[in-house]
Nanobody
Framework: QVQLVESGGGLVQAGGSLRLSCIAS????????MGWYRQAPGKQRELVAT???????NYAGSVKGRFTISRDNAKSTVSLQMNSLKPEDTAVYYC????????????WGQGTQVTVSS
């Protein structure tokens, strides 16, 4: 099993910045791609950004140019730097890791709240 713990959420004004961090523990050798998802009230969970073990990144169109995902494989961490935040970025943000052995198996953190006030 892999455990993921997020930190760094909070309340920020529109235009501000936040940095989310996620640390993995347990069977970390089973981790493949990592990423961040978010879920706003009344909406489905959506992809924010992903990063491969080699550092290739993918972003949702709504955050491209504002958010940056990074990863430290030695420390088993993934981070999300969020700049120019908008009220529509308000959501619970979840850290995600794909299982290296089973492509349809994923691990999730407990989530961290990000609230952007206008």
């Amino acid at each position: 099993q892999v455990q993921l713990v997020e930190s760094g959420g909070g309340l920020v004004q529109a235009g501000g910045s936040l940095r989310l961090s996620c640390i993995a523990s347990g069977n970390i050798f089973r981790i493949n791609d990592m990423g961040w998802y978010r879920q706003a009230p009344g909406k489905q969970r959506e992809l924010v950004a992903t990063i491969t073990k080699g550092g290739s990144t993918n972003y949702a169109g709504s955050v491209k140019g504002r958010f940056t995902i990074s990863r430290d494989n030695a420390k088993s961490t993934v981070s999300l730097q969020m700049n120019s935040l908008k009220p529509e970025d308000t959501a619970v943000y979840y850290c995600n890791a794909a299982d290296l052995w089973y492509s349809d198996s994923f691990y999730w953190g407990q989530g961290t709240q990000v609230t952007v006030s206008s």
